[in-house]
Nanobody
């Protein structure tokens, strides 16, 4: 399984970015997906997750109302739309998947993408 994240960059506080994660190597629509992030000096933390059908979605409290996770099973891609960005959102963002059909949380990650840097300037 390969996960290729993209879309990171430098943005001003209050701005928006959309991250993408293209998956390959197996049937994308059969598995849940998740986004995580790791800021310098901190542990990797959960951001958002989505089930294989998109019918079940979870968010970390810190991003609720600002971030939206979605997926396009025809394109084998999961997205993270980030709005109202804050300096504390600065981190390397990773997509992840596992063997579960439900949303991928930290405990059921089997595969990680390479990460994409998001930097929010205040």
């Amino acid at each position: 399984v390969q996960l290729q994240a993209s879309g990171g960059g430098l943005v001003q506080a209050g701005g928006s970015l959309r991250l993408s994660c293209a998956a390959s190597g197996r049937t994308f629509s059969s598995y849940g997906m998740g986004w995580f992030r790791q800021a310098p000096g901190k542990e990797r933390e959960f951001v958002a997750a989505i089930s294989r059908s998109g019918g079940t979605i979870y968010y970390a409290d810190s991003v609720k109302g600002r971030f939206t996770i979605s997926r396009d099973n025809a394109k084998n891609t999961v997205y993270l739309q980030m709005s109202s960005l804050k300096s504390e959102d600065t981190a390397v963002y990773y997509c992840a998947t596992g063997t579960a059909a439900g949303p991928i949380l930290r405990g059921n990650v089997d595969y990680w993408g390479q990460g994409t840097q998001v930097t929010v300037s205040s």
